[in-house]
């Protein structure tokens, strides 16, 4: 059974500083994998989607790793802006390419001013 | 409309009694997804529809869950007999085709006292 993890389950950064958020899947066996943004009271907003081939996507600050063999996805986010404070999400999409995204926990960031 | 729009934004009901969740996709997209959230947690798949019938229903935790796609188009979740541990966002997605990029409505906070 697909599990996701994500790592940390919260992070506190100053503004301006580069991070990195984890995400690890058990079973390497994917489709695709999204990263997603939630604001409180929002619903998701889709950052950037990597394809079972794809090794990395970028857009504008963000960019996406993928190493399917190490069931692994970071999210780096460069020049954190305050603006950047909300709880990211990883989401797997199984080999099939079926529908039902594999969520992780989330990881909430808050960028201080 | 520009988005997936869900109503209501927030539904508060008493233990036992019956809710309904609605849901407006994107306008042209065939597929929609309902998820529901628990606090601290991803969002967990509950029901696939493709144009009116539903494809997969295997996430939906027991025979009170129920949800229609009439025409198509809006979706109802209904949930008889509701129970405390039914408290959660209920997120609904709508997409062009399976496997292809979700795009998330703002979700519907249900709270059974």
């Known amino acids: 059974k697909q599990e996701v993890t994500q790592i940390p389950a919260a992070l506190s950064v100053p503004e301006g500083e580069n991070l990195v958020l984890n995400c690890s899947f058990t079973?390497?066996?994917?489709?695709?994998l999204q990263w997603f943004r939630q604001d409180p009271g929002k619903g998701l907003t889709s950052l950037l989607l990597?394809?079972?081939?794809?090794r990395e996507q970028t857009s504008g600050r963000l960019n996406a790793s993928l190493d399917k063999s190490s069931g692994r996805s970071t999210l780096y986010i460069a020049a954190s802006q305050p603006g950047d404070s909300a709880t990211y999400l990883c989401?797997?999409?199984?080999?099939?390419?079926?529908?039902?995204?594999?969520f992780g926990t989330g990881t909430r960031l808050k960028v201080l001013a | 409309g520009a988005g997936v729009s869900q109503t209501p934004s927030n539904k508060v009901t008493e233990k036992g009694k019956y809710v309904e969740l609605r849901c407006d996709p994107i306008?042209?997209?065939?597929?929609l997804y309902w998820y529901r959230q628990s606090l601290g947690q991803g969002p967990e798949f509950l029901i696939y529809?493709?144009?009116?019938?539903?494809?997969?229903d295997s996430g939906l935790p027991n025979d009170r869950f129920f949800a229609v796609r009439p025409e198509g188009s809006v979706s109802t979740l209904k949930i008889q007999r509701t129970e405390r541990g039914d408290s959660a966002v209920y997120l609904c997605?709508?997409?062009?085709?399976?496997?292809?990029?979700?795009?998330f409505g703002p979700g519907t906070r249900l709270t059974v006292l």
């Open positions: 997605a709508s997409s062009s085709m399976q496997a292809d990029t979700q795009y």
């Open positions: 079973d390497s066996a994917i489709y695709n």
């Open positions: 990597i394809q079972s081939s794809q």
């Open positions: 989401a797997v999409n199984p080999t099939s390419g079926t529908y039902k995204y594999i």
């Open positions: 306008s042209g997209h065939t597929a």
């Open positions: 529809f493709q144009g009116t019938g539903a494809a997969d």
